[in-house]
């Protein structure tokens, strides 16, 4: 019963530590995220319409959009 314990421990080790390793967009992704047919909503009089119900509901505007390649020249 020890061994296999010990056993199944050495194969969920790595799966364990390589889980977390690819945490967030690497820079290099960033150019084909910020592209436009990668939008949540594609349909540009869709997308002003709700950001007009937002703006009016929160008294803000801006921050909707973001920048292409991550290399801050934007």
């Given at each position: 019963?020890?061994?296999?314990?010990?056993?199944?421990?050495l194969?969920?080790?790595?799966?364990i530590?390589?889980?977390?390793?690819d945490l967030?967009?690497?820079p290099?992704?960033?150019?084909v995220l910020?592209q436009q047919?990668?939008n949540?909503?594609?349909?540009?009089i869709?997308s002003?319409?709700?950001d007009h119900?937002y703006f009016?509901?929160?008294a803000?505007?801006?921050?909707q959009?973001?920048?292409?390649?991550?290399?801050g020249?934007?």
């Amino acid at each position: 019963m020890q061994k296999i314990v010990g056993i199944i421990s050495l194969l969920a080790l790595p799966i364990i530590l390589t889980g977390c390793s690819d945490l967030g967009v690497k820079p290099w992704e960033r150019d084909v995220l910020a592209q436009q047919e990668m939008n949540l909503i594609s349909d540009p009089i869709e997308s002003s319409l709700n950001d007009h119900i937002y703006f009016s509901k929160e008294a803000s505007s801006g921050g909707q959009g973001f920048g292409g390649g991550g290399c801050g020249c934007n």
